[in-house]
């Protein structure tokens, strides 16, 4: 898949940790696909970090953000893209010194609306929407200034 993907003009896979055969997935993508930026996926904990740290990872997304995994990320030597889904969310990420942010679950959130609503109030801030985003509706997110990317 990623070899097809790369071929296809896609440069970048994220791999989630939702199943046990996810690190070594990130480490074949990785030593097979040199030229693909492999991020990790789901992070949900310090301890996930570590693994995806020292598996050679450069960029982690997760769908939320603890005070401890937002700390332990501070510290990290790879680009680290917290979930959120409210202005509180976002101001605890700016704490951290975070840029990016990914928001989850981006529809159901209130997709577009949510993300204009939040550039207003976060002009700096930029976002990565996942969940619900599809081949009909994620031109319409990619055009808003504030979205940088996305998952779907």
Same mark, same amino acid.
């Given at each position: 898949?990623?070899r097809?993907l790369?071929? &296809? &003009?896609?440069?970048?896979?994220?791999?989630?940790?939702?199943?046990?055969a996810a690190?070594d997935?990130?480490?074949?993508?990785?030593?097979?696909?040199?030229?693909?930026?492999v991020?990790?996926?789901?992070?949900?904990t310090?301890e996930?970090?570590?693994k995806?740290?020292?598996?050679?990872?450069?960029?982690?997304?997760?769908p939320?953000?603890t005070d401890?995994?937002?700390a332990a990320a501070?510290e990290?030597?790879?680009?680290?893209?917290?979930?959120?889904?409210s202005?509180?969310?976002?101001?605890?990420?700016?704490?951290?010194?975070v840029?990016?942010c990914?928001l989850f679950?981006?529809t159901?959130?209130?997709?577009?609306?949510i993300?204009k609503?939040?550039?207003g109030?976060?002009p700096?801030?930029?976002?990565?929407?996942?969940g619900?985003?599809s081949p009909?509706?994620?031109?319409?997110f990619?055009?808003?200034?504030n979205?940088?990317?996305?998952g779907?």
């Amino acid at each position: 898949l990623s070899r097809a993907l790369l071929a &296809g &003009g896609m440069g970048a896979i994220e791999i989630t940790l939702r199943t046990p055969a996810a690190m070594d997935a990130i480490a074949a993508v990785r030593q097979e696909l040199p030229q693909m930026l492999v991020a990790a996926g789901t992070v949900t904990t310090p301890e996930e970090l570590d693994k995806v740290v020292a598996a050679g990872v450069s960029l982690a997304l997760s769908p939320g953000a603890t005070d401890r995994l937002l700390a332990a990320a501070a510290e990290a030597p790879l680009q680290f893209i917290p979930g959120v889904a409210s202005a509180s969310d976002v101001m605890r990420a700016v704490d951290y010194g975070v840029t990016v942010c990914k928001l989850f679950p981006a529809t159901v959130l209130g997709g577009q609306a949510i993300l204009k609503a939040l550039a207003g109030t976060f002009p700096e801030m930029r976002f990565c929407p996942t969940g619900g985003l599809s081949p009909d509706n994620f031109r319409d997110f990619l055009a808003l200034p504030n979205v940088v990317c996305f998952g779907g």
